[in-house]
């Protein structure tokens, strides 16, 4: 069971990869035609015709609306930089647009450079943390919230950590908090959940190091 659910999670995060890339490669490049073959139309329009440009500059609004909301339906689903850039980078965007969404003070707490991790450690722990949020700005009713990476010589702690109403763990389990269960037992690392009524959430991922000792890029 524990080699079908891993193997269940490396299918799930192919998939988001495939259409994200699609999503990226085919319809935002076809959207993007598009507002060029409007522009284009929109100057060779005679004068005396208001009404066709009107036209034309509502249509290329709802062009570049459209393309704006498939560029981040593909970051949600795989964010390029987890890939290109690495961890942190990616967990910081993610806090922007957690905060630009909700208006919640999401602050990640991590160093200036990136450690090199394998694929299914980064993701592992990017999911974890966008699971922690999404459940931060959707149930807690935090105003602020901090997100924490550290690495030591033998293992990974992430925590996410709220200010907001709390709730008692043994009485929720939701799918979210399963599924955050199930990602970080995949790679043998623990998963808790700190919380009482009144006192926030504190949600905390530890994961042993990967095989090797884990470098680090770049620096300070």
Same mark, same amino acid.
């Given at each position: #069971?524990? @080699?079908?659910? +891993? =193997?269940?999670? $490396? ?11 699609? *999503? &990226?490669?085919? !319809? ?20 005396? &015709?208001? @009404? ?14 459209? %393309? ?26 993610? +806090? ?5 969404? !909700? ?13 090199? %991790?394998?694929?299914?450690? =980064?993701?592992?722990?990017?999911? *974890? ?12 009713? @935090? ?28 009485? !929720?389990?939701?799918?979210?908090? *399963? ?16 919380? $009482?009524?009144?006192?926030?959430? !504190?949600? #905390? ?16």
């Amino acid at each position: #069971m524990e @080699a079908l659910s +891993a =193997r269940l999670l $490396e299918i799930q995060e192919e998939e988001r990869r495939r259409i994200a890339r699609e *999503l &990226h490669d085919e !319809t935002g490049q076809s959207l993007s035609g598009m507002l060029v073959d409007l522009a284009n139309a929109a100057a060779a329009v005679p004068p005396g &015709h208001p @009404a066709l440009l009107e036209r034309l500059d509502s249509v290329k609004h709802l062009a570049e609306s459209t %393309l704006s909301s498939i560029r981040n339906l593909s970051l949600l689903l795989r964010p390029s930089m987890l890939d290109d850039l690495g961890l942190i980078p990616a967990l910081r965007w993610q +806090a922007r647009e957690t905060s630009r969404r !909700t208006g919640m003070q999401v602050e990640v707490v991590a160093e200036d450079y990136d450690l090199v %991790l394998p694929d299914d450690y =980064r993701t592992t722990i990017y999911r *974890l943390v966008q699971e922690g949020l999404h459940n931060a700005g959707r149930h807690s009713g @935090a105003r602020t919230v901090s997100v924490m990476v550290r690495s030591e010589p033998d293992r990974l702690l992430v925590s996410v950590r709220d200010d907001g109403k709390g709730f008692v763990p043994k009485l !929720t389990r939701g799918m979210g908090l *399963l599924g955050m269960h199930e990602r970080a037992a995949h790679l043998n690392g623990r998963f808790q959940i700190e919380s $009482e009524p009144g006192h926030g959430v !504190t949600l #905390m991922i530890e994961l042993p190091g990967p095989p090797g000792q884990p470098q680090i890029e770049g620096g300070p």
